[in-house]
């Protein structure tokens, strides 16, 4: 609000706006306008500061580094070869991106799709086309996950294209519900506490995959991907992603972020949080072989100890 008694066009908007001796009412679309911008800016502020934390924290990329960035044409990685792009041009190191689609050959895939796009942004690419569909098809039996099977064949052919291209990192766009819900799938189905890295090496010893997507929230992607208006390729065109756990798991996820704020973001802090001699993995602490030695270890046993919690969450119901 602004009061005066002369003309005042807005440096933010660039309306003009009539003015009486005491108030401007600045018209609802301009508001909506303006506070949509804002939004925006704050979103692609969060999302780069979120990959640039995550590449720094585990040192992902690299100066000379050739990223390969792995575009399925869905949100998710769109979003990272953008955000990688952006950073790049502002990054204290150089490196190198390029994208590369598999086309495995599902019937009604848009194949003009991503090489249009990549050629506009002006990136370069490579499409490698593998008939994995059909192996997929004549293998699994009918009404069976077909995504494990498709995954490794994809994840091989990969590798080979990265050797091929010379790409000393590959990149995936793996966000942090993604690693929440694969913990909770080994945890529910595997019996096991383990999620997605946020980088590895692979089983040959040959490359470096990374996630820089591992501090982002699916829903900043979400908005990004309306926002930049990607031209998304669905992910459902095999026929069986609405029938995987993951969207069980997902839901819960959903859910309790919805009814509990703040427990999908300490889940995910807890896996940077991990205290080996507090769990029961006798690989990773030599219960066997623990002795009282009489000296007192600050970071020793608590097992006595009342649990401390925020004050906010003593109201909440702990499922």
């Known amino acids: 609000m602004w009061t005066g008694d002369e003309p005042h066009i807005s440096s933010k908007t660039g309306f003009s706006m009539s003015i009486t001796p005491a108030v401007i009412n600045i018209p609802a679309t301009a508001r909506s306008a303006e506070r949509a ?45 953008d955000i990688l792009l952006h950073l790049r041009a502002h990054a ?25 796009y990549l050629e506009a942004l002006g990136v370069p690419y490579h499409i490698e086309t593998q008939d994995t569909y059909s192996i997929v098809k004549r293998v699994v039996p009918e009404g069976k996950t077909t995504c494990g099977l498709c995954s490794r064949l994809r994840r091989g052919i ?26 909770f799938l080994n945890m529910f189905f595997g019996s096991k506490l383990k999620a997605m890295p946020p980088k590895l090496v692979s089983d040959d010893g040959k490359h470096v995959v990374i996630r820089p997507l591992a501090y982002c929230q699916e829903d900043d992607l ?24 993951r969207q069980n798991i997902k ?37 066997a072989n623990l002795e009282a030695t009489g000296v007192a270890d ?8 009342a649990l401390e919690f925020p004050k906010e969450a003593a109201a909440v119901e702990w499922l």
Not at 92 to 116: H, R, T, W, Y
Not at 258 to 264: E, T
Not at 298 to 305: I, L, M, Q
């Open 158 to 183: 990969l590798y080979r294209v990265a050797d091929e291209l010379g790409a000393t990192k590959i990149a995936l766009g793996h966000h942090r519900d993604d690693i929440l819900q694969t913990l």
């Open 251 to 287: 839901a819960m996820l959903q859910d309790w972020d919805k009814r509990f704020p703040g427990r999908i973001k300490n889940l995910f802090r807890s896996l940077g949080n991990i205290v080996p001699s507090h769990m029961m993995d006798r690989e990773l602490f030599d219960f």
């Open 222 to 245: 979400a908005a990004w991907a309306e926002h930049k208006q990607f031209p998304i390729i669905p992910c459902n065109l095999c026929g069986s992603q609405e029938n995987l756990q």
């Open 92 to 116: 204290p190191i150089e490196f190198d991106i390029v994208a590369v689609n598999l086309d495995q050959k599902q019937p009604g895939f848009p194949a003009d799709v991503l090489p249009n």
């Open 37 to 81: 911008r804002l939004e925006t800016n704050k979103l692609a502020k969060r999302l780069r500061r979120d990959v640039g934390q995550a590449i720094g924290d585990f040192n992902m990329i690299s100066n000379g580094d050739k990223v390969m960035v792995c575009l399925s044409g869905g949100k998710d990685s769109y979003g990272l070869l």
């Open 298 to 305: 600050p970071e020793g046993d608590t097992a006595f100890d």
